[in-house]
Nanobody, 125 residues
Framework: VQLQASGGGLVQAGGSLRLSCAASGATFSRYAVGWYRQAPGKQRELVARISSGGSTIYADSVKGRFTISRDNVKNTVYLLMNTLKPEDTAVYYC????????????????????WGQGTLVTVSS
């Protein structure tokens, strides 16, 4: 599978963006998918994951503001980000895991073995 992330940009605090992760080359519906982000000078962190069946988990910092979803017909996973804060500024990456239900927080990031190129989200105060 190959992944391409898009949808990043510059937005004011309180605004919204929707990121897309488009997949090609495999039966994407069978994969778990995660969104991660890395801010300047910080380690990469998990934002959200979605299983093949649509179950989701979120980092505490984005619960209630971000929503991960998938459209298996379009082979795309989305991350809708509302009420954005300056601390959400980061490069956002999507990644896939061939284990379809490997979304629990204790699943190692290394299991997500295919990554998109990243899309920059900048939230101004």
């Amino acid at each position: 599978v190959q992944l391409q992330a898009s949808g990043g940009g510059l937005v004011q605090a309180g605004g919204s963006l929707r990121l897309s992760c488009a997949a090609s080359g495999a039966t994407f519906s069978r994969y778990a998918v995660g969104w991660y982000r890395q801010a300047p000078g910080k380690q990469r962190e998990l934002v959200a994951r979605i299983s093949s069946g649509g179950s989701t988990i979120y980092a505490d910092s984005v619960k209630g503001r971000f929503t991960i979803s998938r459209d298996n017909v379009k082979n795309t996973v989305y991350l809708l980000m509302n009420t954005l804060k300056p601390e959400d500024t980061a490069v956002y990456y999507c990644a896939s895991n061939p284990r379809p239900y490997a979304t629990a927080p204790d699943v190692a990031t290394d299991e997500y073995d295919t990554w998109g190129q990243g899309t920059l989200v900048t939230v101004s105060s």
